[in-house]
């Protein structure tokens, strides 16, 4: 038998990033993982991943989207981040978003199989945490069957952390969770925000 320890946020957002990486790393430690992969937008939650994990002998990998998302030929991945994050000893990837595009694709294709696996990990709130895990997989960043943990947030920062053995997207149903380390019980404060903000750029 098996016992971890697992941190529940009552709420989930950028305010428990630290806390999140920090567990993270623990956990890497702990479980003799190598490469622990990041999800990071604009690339802030990546610098403080790759700021933290220096010298720790734990490769992080920040995974950014897709330059197309939100819109075409838009990358928010900042340019200034990339760097610092490489000079620190990180990678990064801005591969294509395999899943969240199955979503974008709905309007003119209608459902597909990807898009209803792609809608049950966003209620499970694990949706962007097996993303990163295909698409580092993909990119031959991580191999398949790798014991890899992966960090995602509510919209910001970090506040997810579960440790996956890896598989590309094309076998995304071979994502295999394996621990728990950090779950926000709820993310609906940080769901209200994000949709409050994009309202308002409209």
Partial sequence: MIRRETIYHEEGGAEHTEATLKAALAAARELNVAKVLVASTSGETGVKAAELFKGSGVQVIVVGHQTGFPATGVQQFKAENLKRIEELGGAVNLGSDTLTNSIRQRQKLGHSPVSFITQTLATLKVKVNVEIVCKACDAGLVHVGEHVISVAGSHR???????????????????????FICVPLSRDKADAEYMAKRQAAQ
């Fill in 157 to 179: 920062g970090a506040d997810t952390a579960l440790s996956f053995l890896a598989a590309d997207s094309p076998n995304v149903l071979d994502v295999k969770p394996q621990y």
